[in-house]
């Protein structure tokens, strides 16, 4: 199906069989990545009686119980209140539709050569600062898709507890804030370091005008840097976050 989309003075005509999947799936073979000490995703079958939910053991159909950590197992999208006291729910604020996104590449950067800030002591870390946003050019749009380099496809599987993530500067943020961004979308587990004193400053800051974080996305190499269209596919959950599945719709 070719949709058409009317945006600022453009028209652009969207193929919507060729999105591009931005998300990492969950198996439950315990291949994803991990962080924060988190356990892997489980699934086991629904037992009530004589009956159990899998078909491999006799059920006559499959009945699946999930235990998932939703914030440190894979691709997931947060509102507000996953850092502060709040009625909000991410099916509250997450959008419906396709919005306008902006997707670029950025090379981590060692916290010790960098004059910029964070909170927290960030010694002998990778970070993603303003300087290197700023080296890209960055249209103002409702979202923000960032694919840090070198992009390795072990993001689909690492184990962040034993490679420490990268995560922004205070000063990032705020130049993420200042582009008006609303929903921002990263390849790494967390804006924020994973041990920040329980800050989560970067967090707190981003959402001082945006609406949605999502974090762990893989964005394959194929896909050109610049403007296209987003979805962020989530299940109605009445929670502070859910799973996702970001859609990217190049005009690249």
Not at 84 to 101: F, H, N, R, T, Y
Not at 140 to 168: G, H, M, Q, W
Not at 203 to 222: A, C, M, V, W
């Amino acid at each position: 199906m070719i949709t058409e989309i009317k945006h600022n003075t453009n028209t652009y005509y969207v193929n919507t069989h060729e999105g591009v999947d931005l998300s990492i799936r969950n198996d439950f073979l315990g291949s994803g990545p991990i962080f924060y000490g988190a356990e892997k995703p489980q699934v086991n079958a629904l037992r009530s009686g004589d009956f159990i939910g899998d078909i491999k053991k006799g059920g006559s159909c499959n009945v699946p119980i999930v235990t998932l950590d939703v914030h440190c197992t894979g691709t997931h999208t947060e509102s507000i209140a996953h850092v502060i006291d709040s009625e909000v729910k991410i099916s509250d604020v997450c959008p419906k539709g396709m919005i306008p996104a902006w997707l670029t590449s950025v090379e981590l950067q060692e916290a010790n050569k960098t004059n910029e800030s964070y909170h927290y002591d960030m010694k002998n870390e990778l970070v993603i600062t303003k300087d290197e946003l700023q080296k890209n050019t960055l249209e103002p749009n409702n979202a923000l898709i960032i694919r840090t380099l070198p992009n390795n496809v072990s993001k689909k599987k690492r184990d962040y507890n034993v490679e420490p993530a990268p995560f922004f500067t205070n000063d990032a943020i705020d130049h993420i804030n200042a582009l008006g961004v609303q929903h921002l979308l990263v390849d790494i587990p967390s804006i924020d370091k994973a041990n920040d004193g329980g800050q989560l400053e970067n967090h707190k800051r981003f959402f001082k005008q945006g609406k949605t974080i999502s974090e762990l996305l893989f964005i394959p190499d194929d896909v050109i840097d610049g403007f296209g269209f987003l979805q962020i596919q989530i299940p109605n959950w009445g929670l502070d976050a859910a799973p996702s599945r970001p859609i990217f719709y190049s005009t690249a």
